[in-house]
């Protein structure tokens, strides 16, 4: 089913089903001997989601390599490895205050180290925010920080539900948008989006967000690709058709236009920094290459 301006979902539908395929591959890398990531709640919030190709995926059950997708580890691997330690450096330097766009199954408030008086802001549809929520209390899990959820549709006013949260425009931020900005979005969706967080960030802001670039195009192609590869799996949901395919600005220059200090990188250097053997890193980006991880500094 395509999206549209009012679509709905849940983890194992439409978009949402996305948070718990990358949930999936968190838990499978977790379980490598020479693992470069470590989560886990992956698995236990994957299995409580109910997308049973997913669950097997997460226990062990079943491995990428027989739903053809092999680099799917290695993928979403560097890219949990690049944004946790986005947030160590923010986090080091001093910043406090913390924003995760669209957090699906992230469990960062739970399982990075946070200094004493930080706190993080989960931004997230309420279904989401309360599925997580009653999972991680059952297994009693304890968030590392003060940890503050706001369950709204991004569609609608969420800078004004973030801030009767108790966000602070007064202090430096360290904002993640992960896996929001590489299609899902329409490009005046992703715009506002930059803009009212560009609006929210004091002096010395840090943002992290994987993004197309525009002579990129969209991943629709390659997710649909997967959709039917695993289909013959069990799971029907098409992911080329959650992708929106409308042109759409460089993310890196419309922030740099509004005050951003960025930094833009390739798969190709992430993969290489995390010692991913060659083969896999040219399988990773035959089919991902158009991705790109961008940090920013508010100036």
Same mark, same amino acid.
């Given at each position: 089913?395509?999206?549209?301006?009012?679509?709905?979902?849940?983890?194992?539908?439409?978009? #949402?089903?996305?948070?718990?395929?990358?949930?999936?591959?968190? &838990?499978?890398?977790?379980?490598?001997?020479?693992?470069? *990531?470590?989560?886990?709640?992956?698995?236990?919030?994957?299995?409580?989601?109910?997308?049973?190709?997913?669950?097997?995926?997460? /226990?062990?059950?079943?491995? @990428?390599?027989?739903?053809?997708?092999?680099?799917?580890?290695?993928?979403?691997?560097?890219?949990?490895?690049? @944004?946790? %330690?986005?947030?160590?450096?923010?986090?080091?330097?001093?910043?406090?205050?913390?924003?995760?766009?669209?957090?699906? $199954?992230?469990?960062?408030?739970?399982?990075?180290?946070?200094?004493?008086?930080? *706190?993080?802001?989960?931004?997230?549809?309420?279904?989401?925010?309360?599925?997580?929520?009653?999972?991680?209390?059952?297994?009693?899990?304890?968030?590392?920080?003060?940890?503050?959820?706001? #369950?709204?549709?991004?569609?609608?006013?969420?800078? &004004?539900?973030?801030?009767?949260?108790?966000?602070?425009?007064?202090?430096?931020?360290?904002?993640?948008?992960? %896996?929001?900005?590489?299609?899902?979005?329409? /490009?005046?969706?992703?715009?506002?989006?930059?803009?009212?967080?560009?609006?929210? /960030?004091?002096? #010395?802001?840090?943002?992290?967000?994987?993004?197309?670039?525009?002579?990129?195009?969209?991943?629709?192609?390659?997710?649909?690709?997967?959709?039917?590869?695993?289909?013959?799996? #069990? @799971?029907?949901?098409?992911?080329?058709? $959650?992708?929106?395919?409308?042109?759409?600005?460089?993310?890196?220059?419309?922030?740099?236009?509004?005050?951003?200090?960025?930094?833009?990188?390739?798969?190709?250097?992430? $993969?290489?920094?995390?010692?991913?053997?060659? %083969?896999?890193?040219?399988?990773?980006?035959?089919?991902?290459?158009?991705?790109?991880?961008?940090?920013?500094?508010?100036?």
């Amino acid at each position: 089913m395509n999206r549209s301006d009012n679509d709905t979902w849940d983890l194992a539908t439409s978009v #949402g089903a996305t948070a718990t395929m990358v949930a999936a591959a968190r &838990a499978v890398a977790t379980r490598q001997a020479d693992a470069i *990531i470590n989560d886990p709640f992956a698995e236990p919030l994957v299995r409580a989601a109910g997308v049973e190709l997913f669950a097997r995926l997460a /226990s062990g059950d079943l491995e @990428f390599a027989d739903i053809e997708t092999p680099w799917m580890m290695d993928y979403f691997a560097v890219r949990t490895r690049f @944004f946790d %330690g986005f947030f160590s450096t923010a986090l080091s330097a001093g910043i406090r205050q913390a924003v995760i766009i669209g957090s699906g $199954l992230d469990s960062r408030a739970y399982r990075l180290e946070w200094p004493p008086g930080s *706190i993080a802001y989960e931004i997230d549809q309420p279904e989401v925010i309360e599925f997580k929520d009653s999972i991680l209390t059952r297994l009693g899990a304890t968030p590392a920080t003060q940890l503050c959820t706001v #369950g709204i549709d991004l569609r609608r006013d969420w800078p &004004a539900a973030l801030r009767q949260a108790g966000f602070d425009p007064v202090q430096p931020t360290a904002w993640l948008a992960e %896996g929001l900005m590489i299609g899902y979005l329409p /490009s005046d969706a992703q715009n506002r989006m930059l803009d009212q967080l560009t609006a929210l /960030s004091a002096p #010395g802001s840090r943002l992290a967000a994987d993004h197309v670039t525009k002579r990129s195009g969209s991943i629709g192609s390659n997710m649909r690709h997967v959709a039917a590869t695993w289909k013959r799996h #069990g @799971f029907d949901v098409d992911f080329g058709d $959650l992708t929106y395919p409308h042109e759409r600005n460089d993310v890196d220059k419309y922030l740099q236009a509004r005050g951003w200090y960025t930094r833009d990188r390739g798969l190709v250097d992430l $993969l290489a920094a995390d010692g991913v053997p060659g %083969g896999a890193r040219d399988t990773v980006l035959n089919v991902h290459d158009a991705i790109h991880y961008l940090t920013a500094t508010r100036n």
